[in-house]
């Protein structure tokens, strides 16, 4: 059941029906209700797409996410920059962090490209959650502990929590976090070395352009509709094309 090769959907919905009973405890700290809804939806299709592999991806992602965090919860909260009933995520929340992984397991499913393309949607969506991880725990890192905040691009020192504002700590962190997902996806065997160096530095460089979208356009005049959950999609789906074009890019000069 578990390692039906390939996966299908009986394999996928009764494996998440398993870890959904033996993981509630642990779910119920990080989502709510709507949001366990949502994840089992998001497991299941993960699980279709790639496999137990696929789907450790995610449970690790899950579990560092939440508990980056629940860090300094209280003083976060005091200083108003804590994510929204203590840290439980919704739907919305879910499906934004998922979108370009939910894209590159229709792909996979459907079998789009072939076996020619089916490589590049596994390096997509190891990406895709490498740069949401990177981005979510350089943000809780550097509410709880960055000594100083800086706005991109100018550099100018803001106060914690500020929309497009970056700290050392949280920097480092945030890549830290990218390095260990992808690690777990390189020993699992969906990506090989060269392709979890692609996906830490891509996620590197969307989260970069993410903080300069939100420093200079997130919901200002002109671009309400630029809240935060759009620009949570912006910057994954960036993260799984820059590591697919790079990926690209190194196999056409390998050829050369």
């Known amino acids: 059941m578990f390692r039906a090769s390939p996966p299908t959907w009986q394999s996928a919905i009764l494996s998440n029906i398993i870890f959904l009973m033996v ?3 642990v779910l119920v ?9 949502a994840a089992f939806m998001l497991g299941v299709l993960t699980w279709r797409a790639f496999g137990p592999s696929g789907f450790l991806l995610l449970a ?19 200083e108003g920059v804590a994510e929204k009933r203590k840290g439980r995520r919704g739907p919305g929340s879910v499906i934004g962090s998922s979108a370009a992984g939910c894209i590159c397991s229709f792909l996979t ?35 709880a502990y960055g000594k100083t905040t800086y706005l991109i691009p100018t550099l100018r020192v ?16 945030g890549l830290l976090a990218s390095v260990i997902l992808a690690s777990v996806s390189c020993i699992m065997g969906q990506i090989d070395k060269a392709e ?8 590197q460089i969307a989260n970069l352009i993410e903080s300069l ?20 999609i912006i910057n994954i789906i960036m993260g799984s094309i820059f590591a697919i074009l790079m990926q690209q890019m190194m196999l056409q000069r390998s050829n050369d």
């Open 213 to 232: 979208v939100g420093a200079t356009l997130q919901e200002k005049e002109g671009f309400r509709w630029l809240n935060n959950d759009a620009v949570n």
């Open 23 to 25: 993981g509630s405890p």
């Open 196 to 203: 979890a160096v692609i996906c830490v530095v891509a996620s």
């Open 158 to 173: 803001v106060p914690r929590g500020t929309e497009g504002g970056i700290s050392v700590e949280g920097t480092f962190a």
């Open 29 to 37: 700290t990080g989502l709510s209700f709507s949001g366990i809804v």
């Open 60 to 78: 690790t992602y899950f579990v560092i996410g939440t508990g980056v965090t629940k860090v300094k919860m209280a003083e976060k909260e005091a």
């Open 109 to 143: 499913i459907n079998r789009i490209g072939g076996d020619v393309f089916s490589r590049l949607w596994d390096l997509g969506f190891v990406a895709s959650f490498c740069t949401k991880l990177s981005d979510t725990v350089s943000s809780e890192i550097g509410k």
